[in-house]
């Protein structure tokens, strides 16, 4: 076996040999990296390139409570990646740590029944190589791709090495003060519904009772490290080969610091998929006559070339985007949410002060509410996003259609979002980053038609 495995390498160096003859080594690293970790450390069975044969990777999984939707969702997704992007810099042990993003499971706003949606990746939604120039992340199906390769015992199962269950102490304000901390506790340990509704449950995942860990947790993100470094101090296991840690509602992790630099970079670097961009600017076009030149957003190849300079000077399509929020709201916060007849004529008002006739909704209001709505708007254009056919729902699902509302509401000359409504939050960071003018993002309806007394959303301007 070791002859064989020595004729083996002795062959690729001499093909290394006669690579170089034709292009530089500096062109050819993976190769060369291959070679070296081979002779180095012959621990690992397989090695792909494409991996480049790291030692010492820790995939991170996480999920988050069910019942969150996609937009706090998404917004989790950043306080993680941050993370990950500062502790691979600032600890050699964290270098190879690669944040796994869940699968999408069917959530409360996605009603169409008859598509299936369930365990869709998030490429579905994003653009995975735009996520992946601001931090190590891997899509789920990637991630059980990747790890396949290193040819581990528990093939074709993936062993969950360890599972954090994150869960807010009691007293979370003790002495008044609300102050980073965590601690291991027991409290989880037996409970049959610990894992009910997650992705983490499920095959190929695998995982022993012995590998769960309660946390109380109280901080931002980079308390994590913490935990983290705890939990590999504790193995026993001290071999290099990949391990995989889960966090269980990972929404109770906060921002270490909200709306800064890094904050915006991890956001601006979240554009959705081609896919969908193509049907909301074959939409604008269609309806609006609009496009980016004509409207003078930002928006370059990469999220890499946006610039402050850009700030302020975009105008937008000629139409109002709203985004009315119903359902639940109606009587979870009934105290700031307008009726119908209230938001229209908040509607009319800002078309007046515009000099628009066109409106875009976006709404989770049912059918009736809707053509309610519309008949107090009479003489306005009130257009929704609406499927070409049934195949293309199937192709873009619930969340894609939602998506699109967003996107065709951030090019709007002007939007009034619904009051401490993450929609609406996702709709304000995505003007900001075309370019808008604050006065035309940061809006909200109020609970009275006459606008008193009105509560506003928070405004996080975009930092470069």
Not at 232 to 248: C, F, G, Q, R
Not at 332 to 351: F, M, N, V
Not at 411 to 440: D, K, N, P, Q, W
Request: proline residues 4%.
């Amino acid at each position: 076996m070791h002859f064989k495995l020595f004729a083996g390498v002795l062959v690729l160096f001499l093909k290394i040999y006669i690579i170089n003859a034709y292009c530089q080594v500096a062109q050819c690293p993976n190769l060369i990296l291959w070679l070296q970790n081979l002779i180095k450390h012959p621990k690992l069975p397989f090695c792909d390139t494409e991996i480049r044969c790291k030692r010492n990777v820790i995939y991170l999984l996480y999920d988050v409570n069910p019942p969150e939707g996609f937009n706090l969702r998404r917004d989790v997704y950043i306080r993680l990646a941050v993370f990950v992007r500062n502790i691979q810099k600032e600890n050699e042990r964290f270098r190879n740590l690669r944040l796994v993003l869940p699968p999408w499971r069917r959530l409360y706003h996605w009603k169409s029944h008859h598509l299936q949606q369930d365990h869709l990746p998030w490429s579905d939604f994003f653009d995975i190589e735009s996520l992946r120039r601001f931090v190590a992340v891997l899509d789920f199906p990637e991630f059980v791709r990747e790890i396949s390769l290193y040819e581990l015992e528990s093939k074709p199962f993936v062993t969950i090495h360890k599972l954090l269950q994150l869960q807010h102490f009691k007293d979370m304000f003790e002495s008044g003060v609300f102050t980073d901390k965590w601690e291991f506790t027991s409290e989880c340990q037996g409970n049959e519904k610990l894992l009910q509704g997650s992705y983490l449950k499920e095959l190929p995942l695998f995982l022993r009772p012995l590998h769960v860990r309660c946390v109380h947790y109280q901080g931002g993100a980079n308390l994590l490290g913490s935990v983290l470094q705890t939990v590999l101090d504790e193995w026993a296991d001290v071999d290099e080969t990949p391990k995989v840690i889960a966090i269980l509602n990972a929404e109770i992790v906060l921002h270490d610091r909200w709306a800064d630099r890094q904050f915006w970079q991890a956001r601006r670097s979240m554009r959705f998929s081609y896919k969908l961009n193509e049907i909301v600017n074959q939409f604008r076009l269609q309806h609006f006559n609009s496009t980016d030149i004509t409207d003078n957003v930002q928006r370059p190849p990469m999220w890499e070339y946006e610039h402050t300079s850009h700030n302020d000077q975009s105008i937008g399509g000629p139409y109002l985007g709203v985004h009315l929020r119903r359902a639940d709201f109606l009587y979870g916060r009934e105290s700031t949410t307008p009726t119908l007849k209230s938001a229209a004529l908040q509607i009319k008002y800002y078309l007046q002060q515009l000099n628009l006739n066109t409106v875009f909704l976006a709404t989770d209001a049912t059918a009736f509410e809707i053509k309610n709505l519309k008949s107090y708007l009479s003489r306005t254009h009130v257009l929704r996003f609406t499927v070409d056919s049934i195949a293309q729902k199937a192709s873009i699902k619930d969340g894609g259609i939602a998506i699109i509302d967003q996107l065709v509401c951030s090019y709007a000359r002007f939007f009034v979002g619904t009051y401490e409504s993450t929609f609406t939050y996702r709709i304000y960071e995505e003007r900001e980053i075309l370019g808008f003018l604050r006065h035309t993002t940061f809006n909200t309806f109020c609970k009275k038609s006459t606008m008193e007394d009105c509560l506003k959303n928070s405004m996080w301007p975009i930092v470069y």
